[in-house]
């Protein structure tokens, strides 16, 4: 099979069992782990939400200033990790590749779609760094919410959108007695894409 058809394929695949997580009743079928790591290998792993995924890659929304959003820009690696355990015997999808910063368009046009509320706290919150008290964040939440009081909100210029470009999927399907099937589809130096089986 050529390169852009196994691209499509897993691409479709992706989108099979994620339709089927929604059916399935899975509580955020969105939700995935992102895991980073800084220049000096230290690691770490939090769930972040897919809000947009096509063939240039899976989108989620963060502070750049923020801890995850620093690592991303001095590491531009990610991994990402979908667990849906109701679908079949459960089903795992691991993605790894290089990060971009989506357009200023792209982000705004979702940031728009957000609940006020939200806008007010991506504006409010100085993600990631030390907080004195419940009572500063929520003094910082009314500040915004005067600040743009019978306007619109616009997004924050330091809050953007980040997309992993893979260059590794992975199926993890799982299987009785753990002999699970997986299927790995990886983008070599070249750009080309191969399928390989794996041993579970």
């Given amino acids: 099979m050529d390169t852009p058809a196994l691209l499509a394929e897993a691409l479709a695949t992706f989108d099979r069992l994620f339709a089927m997580a929604r059916e399935a009743g899975e509580p955020d079928p969105t939700a995935?782990?992102?895991?980073?790591?800084?220049?000096?290998?230290?690691?770490?792993?939090?769930m972040v939400l897919l809000k947009a995924h096509d063939a240039r890659g899976f989108v989620f929304y963060t502070h750049l200033d923020g801890r995850k959003g620093r690592e991303l820009q001095a590491n531009s690696q990610a991994a990402?990790?979908?667990?849906?355990?109701?679908v079949a015997h459960g089903v795992q999808v691991r993605i790894?590749?290089?990060?971009?910063?989506?357009a200023d368009e792209e982000a705004d046009a979702y940031f728009a779609t957000r609940p006020r509320v939200s806008r007010i706290g991506a504006w409010a919150s100085r993600q990631s760094e030390t907080l004195e008290s419940v009572e500063v964040f929520e003094q910082r939440l009314q500040q915004v919410e005067r600040e743009?009081?019978?306007?619109?909100?616009?997004?924050?210029?330091?809050?953007?959108g980040l997309r992993i470009r893979p260059a590794r999927i992975e199926f993890w399907y799982g299987g009785e007695y753990r002999l699970h099937e997986r299927w790995s589809y990886e983008r070599d130096v070249a750009g080309d894409w191969h399928k390989r089986m794996l041993y579970p």
């Fill in 32 to 46: 995935m782990a992102l895991a980073t790591a800084t220049l000096d290998a230290r690691a770490s792993v939090r």
């Fill in 80 to 86: 990402l990790l979908f667990h849906w355990p109701r």
């Fill in 148 to 160: 743009f009081a019978g306007r619109d909100i616009p997004r924050p210029p330091r809050w953007a």
């Fill in 96 to 102: 790894e590749g290089d990060v971009e910063i989506v």
